[in-house]
């Protein structure tokens, strides 16, 4: 259980020193996840590139950019945090459906290793942009391959009729473009077909789709260099990684040997079980047959219940008072959609007490908003077995305004 990782005395020094509610991280857990991954690729000597929509902290992407790792970024803003945290840029790729003009400019300028184009009018777009800066940009095409991951609808992104990339018919026509203009260069091909996929079967079906069209292109006199198979591997909520091995098994079966560099975009499977959501119970009250604990952390601070129906694992720091009951854990925000956990067993907590939602270092703090306006919370990180520091302060009330013209 990924309980041991987070050890009670900790959480509560790190509650009475910088309150609720706050993301704890274990770097050991991170750096486990990295190292899992690696270990289980290494005949396939592929980049990872660390994707930062699941957790674009400084301190976190740090540390895989420390263990050689690249990123995955998706926006300007994610361009601007990954240089920060010391990615070089030769190893961050830059992915998304609606790249604008600025953010493609900043891109090139950079030098990064290559963008992940979804359209023909992104590339066409590409190619005014490397031409007003002389250079040549560096273009892989996300393919859609139309493979079912099998997952929650709204991150199932590899069937056709999904918003994400371009069918094989037409990338054929974008790369003899691309390969034809002087300032673009086709390096890659790249597919993601969604996020917690449990299972490497659609990766493998994805995979050779991909590498036939490649020698196809080949064969049309387009050589590309990467292979990137996106990220999503999926983790179960409380539990561990899911070991790799067999998507690097699925993925290295088609792309081993090809002489191609294979690519990947992790993001969920490092971050998600590294990070919990640290709250306090503030009341305890029983509504019709329901009890509810209001904790302190709520929808604003972690969404993924309420969006995807997630069921994160919560359970008590600290010893409960009465016998075990079911409970929802709800938090402050003025909508019934707003529980971190509902249905869950535990015994009656005592206000004040400190809770924790478990496998929320993905999507978690990232996709945080100030609704209600509630500051976000702050991030700690778990440095040893007995030491932790803060890495991100707790926004103020002077946050929530700070870009607001004063009425
Ligand atoms: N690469 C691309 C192009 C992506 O769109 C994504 C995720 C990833 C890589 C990383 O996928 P991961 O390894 O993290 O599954 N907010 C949702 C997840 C959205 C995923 C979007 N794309 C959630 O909380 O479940």
Known sequence: MLSKYFKPALLKSIADKIGTPTYVYSEAVFLKQVRAYKKAFAGLDP????AMKANSTGALCAL?????W???VVSGGELHRALRAGFKPGKIIFSGVGKTPEELALALKAGILFINAESFEEVLELERVAAKLNLRAPVSLRINPDVDPHTHKYISTGLLGSKFGVSFDEALKIYIYAAESRHLKPVGA???IG???HSAAPYALAAGRLAAFMVKLASRGVNLKYADVGGGWGVKEGGEMADPSSLAKAVGGVFGGTGLKLVLEPGRSVAAPCGLLLASVIYRKTGGKKNFIIAD???NDLVRPALYGAKHPAALIGRGRGPAK???IVGPVCESGDFLAEGVTLPEPAPGQLLAVYSAGAYGFSMSSQYNSRPRAAEALLTGPASWRLIRRRETYADLVAAEVKP
């Not at 980049?47 to 660390?50: G, P, S």
């Not at 895989?64 to 050689?68: D, F």
């Open 64 to 68: 895989a950019a420390k263990e050689g």
């Open 195 to 197: 996020s917690q996929v």
């Open 297 to 299: 952390a709520a929808m």
């Open 70 to 72: 690249g990123a995955d």
């Open 326 to 328: 079911r409970w929802d």
């Open 47 to 50: 980049l990872f590139c660390y």
């Open 190 to 192: 790249q597919f993601h």
